[in-house]
């Protein structure tokens, strides 16, 4: 039986190719990542090797580094492509960029973008990884910038607030209906009310730590401030695009900034059927998009 996996995507060069760049393609989980390693030569053909299964771990991190030492030459460059997926790819991604191992992180929409432009219709792990190694064999990525602390912490107290502000609007809800139900229980509704206030005081908290932030961080104030400056955006609006998008070192432009909140355009039309445009809703930044 063929196997898909064990073949190079195009065939094999001549012995006397050299190789001119490697890549390792990175499809990360919560438990596991799967890599595929791949290079392309002087005669711009693609070969690729199995892929292999590590754990999402420090003892997987280093496993990684071996497996790919084996098989690269050390005169020719490496990247590493991983797509930037929740927060499981942040740990590897930190664990190379402190070894000085050329990384691309890349937002869901561009990789995306490039799986509809080759003929992949099956997704599994493995193909995954073989079309993020792909991608950054064909292409010229970027070098993934780590945030600073700064902008790790604005991000983690946006989502904070966030999250507090949903339980807020849902306990409120909850308190209101059960008010006017029938014969509410005074007890009950006092245990609402102390809920809902330790949720607004905790929001306060988080309120103040992030001016205590802005405060030590000029340049961070600064960026918001800009944003803040354009009519319709308000200041939680301006730390959650600053945060998500790392200081908006993770786009380039202002459409992929649109995309990636999910606030861009779209269309269906099929024969003489339109529908009306609507901003998608489907961006990857989720905690931009719930603003």
């Known amino acids: 039986m063929f196997n898909f996996f064990s073949h190079s995507f195009m065939p094999a060069a001549c012995p006397s190719a050299a190789p001119l760049k490697y890549v390792v393609g990175i499809d990360i989980a919560k438990d596991t990542f799967v890599a595929c390693f791949g290079r392309i030569d002087t005669s711009q053909r693609l070969h690729f090797q199995k892929e292999v299964t590590f754990a999402n771990s420090a003892t997987g991190f280093a496993d990684l580094l071996v497996w790919t030492n084996k098989q690269h030459a050390p005169a020719v460059p490496l990247w590493f492509v991983v797509e930037a997926t929740g927060v499981y790819y942040e740990e590897l991604a930190y664990f190379l960029a402190d070894r000085a191992q050329a990384l691309s992180v890349l937002l869901p929409n561009k990789v995306k973008h490039f799986a509809q432009s080759t003929e992949q219709k099956s997704k599994t792990d493995q193909l995954d990884a073989r079309l993020l190694c792909r991608l950054g064999l064909e292409r010229a990525l970027p070098t993934w910038q780590p945030p600073t602390p700064a902008l790790r912490q604005l991000r983690a107290l946006s989502r904070e ?40 005081q905790q929001v306060q908290a988080v309120d103040q730590d992030v001016a205590t932030l802005l405060k030590a961080e000029p340049e961070l104030a600064r960026k918001l401030a800009q944003l803040t400056s354009i009519p319709g955006i308000g200041l939680t609006t301006a730390i959650a695009v600053v945060a ?48």
């Open 161 to 200: 607030r966030q999250s507090l502000i949903q339980q807020t609007t849902r306990l409120k809800t909850q308190r209101h209906a059960y008010q006017h139900s029938y014969q509410p229980d005074t007890r009950t509704l006092a245990r609402l009310t102390a809920r809902q206030q330790l949720l607004e």
């Open 244 to 291: 998500e998008t790392n200081g908006f070192v993770l786009v380039e432009n202002e459409r992929q900034l649109a995309s990636y909140a999910g606030l861009d355009v779209v269309q269906r039309q099929s024969g003489l059927s339109a529908g009306a445009t609507c901003i998608s809703r489907r961006g990857n930044g989720p905690s931009i998009c719930r603003l």
